[in-house]
């Protein structure tokens, strides 16, 4: 089988890989990349701990191939800190208690900057159909849209 | 999960895809969206040698009115279909059912092409094109040929098209006036399939009768079902209540699902009795009718 040899931005940054076909972005990002901040939940794309948003869209990076993305922009949870300071939604979920475990945080941090650069001002309703692809365990979400809240606040 | 290995391939004309899936034959399996068959197979419930992703191939991604039909490019996302104005105004039985499609982030990555042509019958939408009287158009070796999605579906992930042939367009014949359609699904949670759901497009006359109808049952046997005995003993009568418990009933009775973890055979024929009920009142209220 062929290897593909790809290129990709992740987080501004140009990076190359040659990767079986068969490669899942995640498993580029975290194996190839080394860049762990985006976590393998179910593996089933049920979750969204994988989540990265790729060329804008928030996507389940457990379910893209890796060569799939040639090409594309990746922003992954590293990615939303910049020059030292955390994004509003970082700031957000630690100001409002929106973790507990963390584990689901990276894919809620994804799926909710990338809501909030679509909506500067969703209601609740919104925020919580843009999470509903990303499951949590400890916080029952209440926290999770407080912090969102507080981000899209911070952020008009 | 890793899938078992494959070779990829990315063609940048549907001429070129053809040919690939013409020599590689059925080993080879279209890649859209990927929502529906990279999970089986990183499941390992399938396994192809040969992937040809269609998602750079310009041109199939498309939402449009033209000569009477809504016409609608394969590779368009789902999340396309959600934020179409031209959806969420003149197809309604479409913007019913695109926001209950398995959860924002896959919408965001599987296509409507995908969703009809992967031959699944728990997908939403191939239910919903039977109600429509909708075609699809298809590129093979010989060209573009249309199938009916009434004769599209021929049993469990197995439809009319060949291994070498892409499904490339949805056409929609635009609804005449005073017509109404709906989309009732009934699901655990979000990203689960329906437990029952139910299509319905109807078109009522000057008198506020049915002047057609169809009806379309999601997960209810090994393909999409179309009820339609249903839909005929609908036309010409007025669909009041008593007619909407008749119709519904009927549909049910040609539902044939099977027991899992979503509830017994009982229940979901019965589910998909009251969800049949439902969308026949929202098409009808819809159309104009009362």
Do not use: W
């Not at chain 2, 999970?39 to 009115?65: N, Q, T, W």
């Not at chain 2, 990555?109 to 094109?129: C, E, F, K, S, Y």
Request: glycine share 10%; proline share 5%.
């Amino acid at each position: 089988m062929a290897k593909h040899k790809i290129s990709v931005t992740v987080n501004g940054a140009a990076r190359e890989a040659e990767v079986e076909s068969r490669l899942l972005l995640v498993h580029l990002i975290r194996e190839v990349f080394r860049m762990t901040g985006t976590h393998v939940g179910c593996d089933t794309s049920h979750c969204g701990a994988c989540t990265v948003i790729l060329d804008g869209n928030p996507v389940k990076s457990c379910t893209v191939l890796a060569v799939q993305a040639d090409g594309s922009k990746i922003t992954t949870v590293e990615g939303l800190e910049q020059a030292g300071k955390l994004h509003p939604v970082q700031e957000g979920f630690t100001e409002k208690h929106g973790l507990q475990c963390g584990f689901c945080t990276p894919g809620m941090l994804m799926t909710t900057s990338a809501l909030l650069e679509r909506n500067k001002n969703p209601s609740e309703q919104q925020i919580r159909e843009a999470i509903s692809g990303n499951l949590c365990r400890c916080t029952g979400y209440v926290n999770i849209v407080k912090a969102v809240q507080y981000a899209a606040e911070k952020m008009r | 999960m890793i899938p078992a290995a494959f070779d990829y391939h990315r063609p940048g004309t549907l001429d070129e895809a053809v040919k690939l899936l013409s020599s590689h034959g059925d080993k080879a399996k279209v890649l859209s969206g990927g929502m529906s068959l990279l999970p089986m197979l990183k499941l390992r419930l399938a396994s192809f040698a040969h992937l040809v992703d269609i998602g750079r191939i310009p041109g199939l991604d498309y939402i449009k009115e033209e000569g009477g039909f809504l016409k609608i490019g394969a590779m368009t996302r789902q999340a396309a279909l959600e934020r179409s104005e031209l959806v969420r105004t003149r197809y309604l039985i479409l913007a019913d059912a695109v926001p209950l499609i398995a959860d924002p982030l896959v919408r965001n990555r599987g296509t409507l092409g995908g969703n009809v042509a992967n031959g699944d019958p728990g997908n939403d939408q191939p239910a919903i094109m039977l109600a429509l009287g909708a075609t699809f158009v298809a590129r093979g070796p010989k060209g573009e040929r249309s199938v009916p999605a009434g004769q599209f579906y021929k049993g469990l992930y197995s439809t009319a098209l060949a291994p070498n042939e892409i499904l490339t367009e949805v056409r929609i014949p635009a609804p005449p006036p005073r017509s109404g359609g709906a989309y009732a699904k009934l699901k655990r949670k979000t990203g689960d399939f329906a437990v029952a759901a139910a299509a319905v497009q109807l078109t009522l006359d000057g008198k506020g009768a049915v002047e057609r109808a169809a009806i379309a049952l999601t997960n209810a046997g090994l393909t999409p079902v179309e009820a339609a005995d249903a839909a005929k003993y609908l036309v010409g009568k007025k669909p009041d209540e008593k007619t909407i418990a008749e119709a519904s009933r009927m549909a049910a009775a040609k539902s044939s699902p099977s027991a899992d973890r979503r509830g017994s055979v009982e229940y979901k024929k019965e589910m998909a009795r009251v969800l049949t009920a439902r969308a026949l009142l929202k098409a009808v209220q819809r159309a104009g009718g009362k």
